[in-house]
């Protein structure tokens, strides 16, 4: 009985520690320098990023193009364009709205042949048969711009996409599913009890 207290407890404690679904995109791409501005990148040469979005908190954990990344306190976007041709994978900061010094914007562009099936930008970077067939990377980019807030000391980058991968990684229960999970532990600790107090027979 002890026992079983004990796991019913752990579990308790496990269900309040554990955030919400989170599912975690880790997108990677490459591609070749289009143009560049005090950056230090050749024209022409190869260049890769990546970034990790979490789905549930709609926000980048990590952006970096190029071994550059993104300053921390960033505003994240993830979303298609009306026309749903452009995806558009963003992390930015602005010193308005922010309150620092400095104006950094990350970004990937996923350029449809045709229109992509649905609004979910998140959904179409697992969607590995949509980006083969309808991904123009002819026209998709990525890239970073950075700059002082009085617009001086500008570094940025564009590159031209030649490809990408992105798997799903990091995913934890629901609230609903831990809770599913310790009323069961708590509903055989019940039943236990409650055989234990009855008479054996012999």
């Known amino acids: 009985m002890k026992r079983l207290f004990t796991l019913t407890a752990a579990v308790a404690v496990l269900s309040f520690a554990l955030p919400s679904q989170a599912t975690l995109i880790d997108a990677r791409f490459s591609g070749t320098v289009g143009s560049q501005v ?25 952006f970096i193009v190029g071994g550059q990344s993104v300053a921390p306190g960033f505003a994240s976007t993830a979303s298609l364009t009306p026309d749903l041709y452009s995806a558009i994978y963003r992390a930015q900061l602005s010193p308005v709205q922010q309150g620092g010094n400095l104006n950094s914007t990350f970004v990937v562009d996923l350029e449809g042949l045709n229109p992509w099936p649905s609004g979910n930008a998140a959904g179409l970077l697992l969607n590995t048969a949509q980006l083969a067939s309808n991904l123009d990377t002819a026209f998709s980019s990525f890239g970073f711009f950075t700059a002082n807030a009085d617009g001086t000391g500008v570094r940025s980058v564009n590159a031209v996409l030649t490809s990408l991968s992105a798997t799903a990684i990091g995913t934890v229960p629901e609230p609903g599913t831990t809770a599913l999970l310790l009323a069961g532990v708590a509903a055989f600790g019940l039943r236990r009890f409650r055989r234990s107090g009855q008479p054996q027979l012999a």
């Open 38 to 62: 005090n950056a230090g990148f050749t024209v022409g040469a190869a260049i890769a990023g990546t970034f990790v979005y979490d789905t549930v908190l709609a926000r980048y954990l990590s």
